[in-house]
């Protein structure tokens, strides 16, 4: 799927330079159009390896597309709008390897709201007087907050969802997940600033500082 999404923004960039003389109108109807064609390829191949979508869920090829132009969507800010996140699970039985996919594709998204906001941190941190100790357990705080993060998250609802049926009665399930990446720092910034207070005894201002991006 990553490799995919790599050719589709390499398409993506082709074509902006082949349709610079164009209105951007004309140049997403260009876009759209070479998307559809790029997943409706990379469906029959899913097709091909034995994956499947599930039943009342849109076609293959219409889920790639979406997928694909959902997670090159920007902010007003030109900024990417999502974080997104692989999982894939392995059980007897479909229910059991997509709990267990959504599980492995949260972490992920935990793992890279945490970067995020340990990105913040660690520039306030940088311009704080903090001394060398504290910076240091805070640092380690944030390292050890990706499960906490991940229970806060609750419930995602796969917008990618594919499966397959395995030897000695397996199934095998592929999901993609977003999360606004707004909402993601909002979320990360709650759960970090708990951790914060209770293990630095840190008061709310403190903990503000330290979370809390610059004003530009």
Request: glycine residues 4%; aromatic residues 6%.
């Given at each position: 799927?990553?490799?995919?999404?790599l050719l589709?923004?390499?398409m993506?960039?082709?074509a902006?330079?082949?349709?610079?003389q164009k209105?951007?109108?004309?140049?997403k109807?260009?876009?759209?159009?070479?998307?559809t064609k790029?997943?409706?390829?990379q469906?029959?191949?899913y097709?091909?390896?034995?994956?499947?979508v599930?039943?009342?869920?849109?076609?293959?090829?219409?889920l790639i597309e979406?997928s694909?132009?959902?997670q090159?969507?920007?902010?007003?800010n030109?900024?990417p709008?999502?974080?997104?996140?692989?999982?894939n699970g392995v059980a007897?039985?479909?229910?059991?390897?997509?709990a267990?996919a959504?599980e492995?594709?949260?972490?992920q998204?935990?793992?890279?709201i945490e970067?995020n906001?340990a990105s913040?941190i660690?520039g306030?941190l940088?311009n704080?007087?903090a001394?060398?100790?504290?910076?240091?357990?805070?640092?380690?705080?944030?390292?050890s907050?990706?499960?906490?993060?991940?229970?806060q998250?609750g419930?995602?609802?796969?917008a990618?969802?594919?499966?397959?049926?395995?030897?000695?009665k397996?199934?095998?399930?592929?999901?993609r997940l977003?999360?606004?990446?707004?909402q993601?720092?909002?979320?990360a910034k709650?759960?970090?600033?708990?951790?914060l207070?209770d293990?630095?005894?840190?008061?709310d201002?403190?903990v503000?500082?330290?979370?809390d991006a610059?004003?530009?």
């Amino acid at each position: 799927m990553k490799k995919n999404l790599l050719l589709f923004l390499c398409m993506i960039c082709a074509a902006s330079l082949v349709f610079s003389q164009k209105t951007d109108k004309e140049m997403k109807k260009e876009l759209k159009e070479k998307a559809t064609k790029e997943a409706q390829k990379q469906a029959k191949q899913y097709a091909k390896d034995g994956w499947r979508v599930y039943p009342g869920s849109l076609p293959m090829d219409k889920l790639i597309e979406q997928s694909w132009m959902k997670q090159v969507s920007e902010d007003e800010n030109g900024k990417p709008k999502y974080i997104t996140a692989d999982g894939n699970g392995v059980a007897e039985s479909k229910s059991a390897a997509e709990a267990q996919a959504i599980e492995l594709g949260k972490l992920q998204l935990a793992g890279l709201i945490e970067t995020n906001i340990a990105s913040i941190i660690n520039g306030n941190l940088a311009n704080s007087q903090a001394s060398t100790q504290e910076a240091t357990s805070v640092t380690e705080i944030v390292q050890s907050s990706k499960n906490v993060i991940a229970q806060q998250l609750g419930y995602v609802d796969p917008a990618f969802k594919i499966y397959r049926d395995l030897k000695e009665k397996k199934v095998e399930v592929q999901v993609r997940l977003f999360y606004e990446t707004a909402q993601s720092l909002v979320i990360a910034k709650k759960a970090i600033k708990k951790e914060l207070k209770d293990k630095l005894k840190k008061t709310d201002e403190e903990v503000n500082k330290l979370i809390d991006a610059p004003a530009k």
